[in-house]
């Protein structure tokens, strides 16, 4: 009996084990393999919606269904907590006391917000990466009469880049539509010495700030906030009033992960760029070169639990999927990886909105940086019909 355990039941995690039993359908037909997703709660959120709670244009209960329904009927779910992953007795703990052995594991346990790392974060700044706190911003702006606006980020990696780019540009076409933009100065707090990580996002994205007139600062990461004065502080020590401050949160993975000795402190899982398996060092010694390091020969990783250096994204996890599938269907199988699912490219698609009712799409890898078209409404209305349609296209793996 082969046994394929997924930690997870995001969308890398019910993509990878849907993937992996249509594979395998005929190992687990005859008993000789098995699927089981572990989820926290068996329900599958769409976050990307979050955003759109935030301009008023979604409700928080079209954005969760239940995980069970995802997932292809051969598949066992576990709703339980991951307490540990004991990569060398390869099994994995639960909290209800249950230990679940694995011959292959993917880990798909994503990241998580840490708003406490950052003193009155929660009481002060408003955000948009839970459907609760995206309610609180659509109030907040509801109630927005002008004023400061500030929008910032309070550090590197986070879920979905262009989401703080797309709400600045969001929230500035609302509030020219509502007759307050004249009322409200808008600032954007880029952590790094551009608009955008990826260059040529970048160049596409900076020349929107200014048609807007956001002011555009570089350099900005909002490593405080001082609730009496109302002002977010830079970690460059720059001061910036607000009246209404939106700030997306510090990010880590999984707890678990780190806990297991998986992952450093940041709790993102060291992984190979190509095979998506995880490395066994999480700090290299010095000197110790990146192909040095052995890698899990039977522990997968995707989405926003991995170091890679792509885009926090559903996206990035629905490219890695096909890959990580090929190869445990192929290890439980004995076979090769093989096909063009057989290493993974970087490949990222994302849409991008930039306010009036247009829109870019980003598309890359590891080789081919974006060339974002010229936004227009077109790419908007493929982001609606693609959210839309999540629910019967990614998880299930019909795209
Ligand atoms: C506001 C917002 C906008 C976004 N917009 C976009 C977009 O436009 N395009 C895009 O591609 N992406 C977007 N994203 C990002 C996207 O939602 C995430 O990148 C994606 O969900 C990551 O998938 P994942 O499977 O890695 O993790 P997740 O989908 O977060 O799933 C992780 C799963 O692991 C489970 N888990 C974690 N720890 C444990 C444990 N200890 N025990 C049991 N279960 C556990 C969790 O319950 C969860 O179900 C957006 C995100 C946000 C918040």
Same mark, same amino acid.
């Given at each position: 009996?082969?046994?394929?355990?997924?930690?997870?039941?995001?969308?890398?995690?019910?993509?990878?084990?849907?993937?992996?039993?249509?594979?395998?359908?005929?190992?687990?037909?005859?008993?000789?393999?098995?699927?089981?997703?572990?989820?926290?709660?068996?329900?599958?959120?769409?976050?990307?919606?979050?955003?759109?709670?935030?301009?008023?244009?979604?409700?928080?209960?079209?954005?969760?269904?239940?995980?069970?329904?995802?997932?292809?009927?051969?598949?066992?779910?576990?709703?339980?907590?991951?307490?540990?992953?004991?990569?060398?007795?390869?099994?994995?703990?639960?909290?209800?006391?249950?230990?679940?052995?694995?011959?292959?594991?993917?880990?798909?346990?994503?990241?998580?917000?840490?708003?406490?790392?950052?003193?009155?974060?929660?009481?002060?700044?408003?955000?948009?990466?839970?459907?609760?706190?995206?309610? =609180?911003?659509?109030?907040?702006? !509801? +109630? /927005?009469?002008?004023?400061?606006?500030?929008?910032? *980020?309070?550090?590197? $990696?986070? @879920?979905?880049?262009?989401?703080?780019?797309?709400?600045?540009?969001?929230?500035?076409?609302?509030?020219?539509?509502?007759?307050?933009?004249?009322?409200?100065?808008?600032?954007?707090?880029?952590?790094?010495?551009?608009?955008?990580?990826?260059?040529?996002?970048?160049?596409?994205?900076?020349?929107?700030?200014?048609?807007?007139?956001?002011?555009?600062?570089?350099?900005?990461?909002?490593?405080?906030?001082?609730?009496? =004065?109302?002002?977010?502080?830079? !970690? +460059? /020590?720059?001061?910036?009033?607000?009246?209404?401050? *939106?700030?997306?949160? $510090?990010? @880590?993975?999984?707890?678990?992960?780190?806990?297991?000795?998986?992952?450093?402190?940041?709790?993102?899982?060291?992984?190979?760029?190509?095979?998506?398996?995880?490395?066994?060092?999480?700090?290299?010694?010095?000197?110790?070169?990146?192909?040095?390091?052995?890698?899990?020969?039977?522990?997968?990783?995707?989405?926003?639990?991995?170091?890679?250096?792509?885009?926090?994204?559903?996206?990035?996890?629905?490219?890695?999927?096909?890959?990580?599938?090929?190869?445990? +269907?192929?290890?439980?199988?004995?076979?090769?990886?093989?096909?063009?699912?057989?290493?993974?490219?970087?490949?990222?698609?994302?849409?991008?909105?930039?306010?009036?009712?247009?829109?870019?799409?980003?598309?890359?890898?590891?080789?081919?940086?974006?060339?974002?078209?010229?936004?227009?409404?077109?790419?908007?209305?493929?982001?609606?019909?693609?959210?839309?349609?999540?629910?019967?296209?990614?998880?299930?793996?019909?795209?």
């Amino acid at each position: 009996m082969q046994r394929v355990v997924v930690l997870g039941g995001g969308v890398g995690g019910t993509l990878a084990a849907n993937l992996i039993a249509r594979k395998l359908k005929k190992p687990i037909a005859n008993g000789t393999a098995s699927v089981t997703v572990v989820d926290l709660t068996g329900r599958h959120t769409y976050q990307p919606g979050y955003m759109y709670i935030a301009m008023g244009q979604e409700k928080a209960e079209r954005l969760v269904r239940g995980e069970k329904s995802l997932l292809d009927r051969n598949i066992n779910l576990v709703v339980d907590d991951i307490t540990r992953i004991d990569a060398a007795g390869q099994g994995v703990e639960l909290a209800s006391g249950q230990r679940l052995p694995y011959d292959q594991l993917v880990i798909a346990t994503g990241s998580r917000i840490v708003p406490a790392e950052i003193e009155h974060f929660d009481a002060e700044a408003h955000h948009f990466y839970t459907a609760e706190a995206s309610l =609180r911003l659509r109030k907040a702006l !509801d +109630a /927005f009469k002008g004023g400061r606006i500030v929008i910032g *980020i309070a550090g590197i $990696p986070y @879920k979905c880049p262009p989401a703080p780019l797309e709400v600045a540009f969001l929230v500035e076409s609302e509030l020219r539509q509502r007759g307050l933009r004249d009322r409200t100065e808008m600032t954007f707090l880029s952590p790094i010495n551009r608009a955008f990580t990826i260059e040529s996002v970048s160049e596409m994205a900076t020349p929107i700030f200014e048609q807007k007139g956001i002011h555009l600062e570089l350099l900005a990461g909002i490593a405080q906030i001082d609730p009496e =004065r109302k002002v977010a502080i830079t !970690d +460059a /020590f720059e001061e910036h009033p607000y009246d209404l401050l *939106i700030v997306v949160p $510090p990010h @880590k993975g999984a707890q678990v992960v780190i806990d297991s000795g998986l992952a450093p402190k940041s709790g993102w899982l060291p992984t190979d760029r190509h095979t998506l398996q995880v490395k066994t060092v999480v700090k290299p010694a010095p000197g110790q070169s990146d192909e040095d390091i052995p890698r899990y020969p039977n522990i997968f990783a995707l989405g926003d639990a991995t170091d890679l250096p792509l885009s926090k994204a559903g996206s990035t996890a629905h490219f890695e999927a096909p890959i990580v599938a090929e190869r445990v +269907a192929a290890a439980v199988l004995g076979r090769s990886p093989s096909g063009r699912h057989a290493s993974y490219t970087g490949k990222v698609m994302c849409f991008f909105e930039v306010g009036d009712g247009k829109g870019t799409l980003l598309q890359f890898d590891y080789d081919h940086p974006p060339r974002p078209p010229k936004p227009n409404q077109l790419w908007h209305l493929g982001k609606i019909v693609f959210n839309k349609t999540y629910w019967h296209t990614v998880p299930k793996g019909r795209v």
